[in-house]
């Protein structure tokens, strides 16, 4: 069992439409959350970090961290066909210096 | 604030050779953090160096190994490449690497012939 699991997809969703992506995880351990959006053939890029449980929101981005369910999410709101990419969560524990673990990513397309 | 850059973006070797991929941190980053991302096993962790010191390593073969400067530029190279190897390999910089935001470069497209 891999210790972060994500959907892959694909997810499709019209313009405008809320997104959610969502991730669980296995090691209580994990303290640092991250969300990741990487277009095709180009490095991820950092969207949202969280450091432990709670919410935060970043112009149409939210995301969320429930340690007691070891659950993840990230709200899109608004999205646009600019959007479209693969989202990766990410997190680490507070003793394995510089190691995120993947999730396998979801790709997501927001059609016009 | 320039961010992380890895050179060269692709690289085209025969198998048995060996490689160097370079990577610039972002200015104040001291940490650095390699991996490797293929369609089949996705984003994978290498290893973390630290002021010159590996602090951190994956679960992948010897011929995978690194190096840090004092500058905090990093170095990896694979040697006698395998087929498997092909894939991308990016590097990620944070300030301490004790989990704090990591960025990442562009990455290098390995291919393996």
């Known amino acids: 069992q891999k210790e972060v699991e994500q959907d892959p997809g694909p997810l499709s969703v019209p313009e405008g439409a809320i997104v959610s992506l969502n991730c669980t995880y296995s090691?209580?351990?994990?303290?640092?959350f991250m969300w990741y959006r990487q277009y095709s053939r180009k490095g991820p890029e950092l969207l949202m970090y969280?450091?432990?449980?709670g919410n935060k929101e970043d112009g149409r981005f939210t995301a969320q961290v429930d340690k007691s369910s070891k659950y993840i999410s990230l709200f899109i709101r608004d999205s646009q066909p600019s959007d479209s990419a693969t989202y990766l969560c990410?997190?680490?524990?507070?003793?394995?210096?510089?190691?995120?673990?993947f999730g396998q990513g979801t790709t997501l397309q927001v059609k016009p | 604030k320039a961010g992380v850059t890895q050179t060269p973006r692709y690289l085209i070797k025969t198998r048995g050779q060996q490689v160097t991929l370079s990577c610039s941190p972002i200015?104040?980053?001291?940490?650095v953090s390699w991996y490797q991302q293929t369609p089949g096993q996705g984003l994978q962790f290498l290893f973390e160096?630290?002021?010159?010191?590996?602090?951190n390593k994956g679960n992948f073969p010897g011929r995978f190994s690194g190096r840090q400067f004092s500058n905090s530029r990093s170095e990896m190279n694979v040697s006698t490449l395998e087929l498997g190897d092909s894939a991308l390999y990016l590097c990620?910089?944070?300030?301490?690497?004790?989990?704090?935001?990591?960025?990442f470069g562009p990455g290098t497209r390995l291919t393996v012939t």
């Open positions: 200015s104040g980053h001291r940490s």
């Open positions: 160096y630290f002021s010159e010191t590996q602090r």
């Open positions: 990620a910089s944070s300030q301490t690497g004790g989990g704090d935001e990591q960025y």
């Open positions: 090691n209580s351990a994990f303290q640092y």
């Open positions: 969280t450091y432990s449980s």
């Open positions: 990410a997190m680490m524990t507070s003793s394995n210096t510089g190691k995120l673990i």
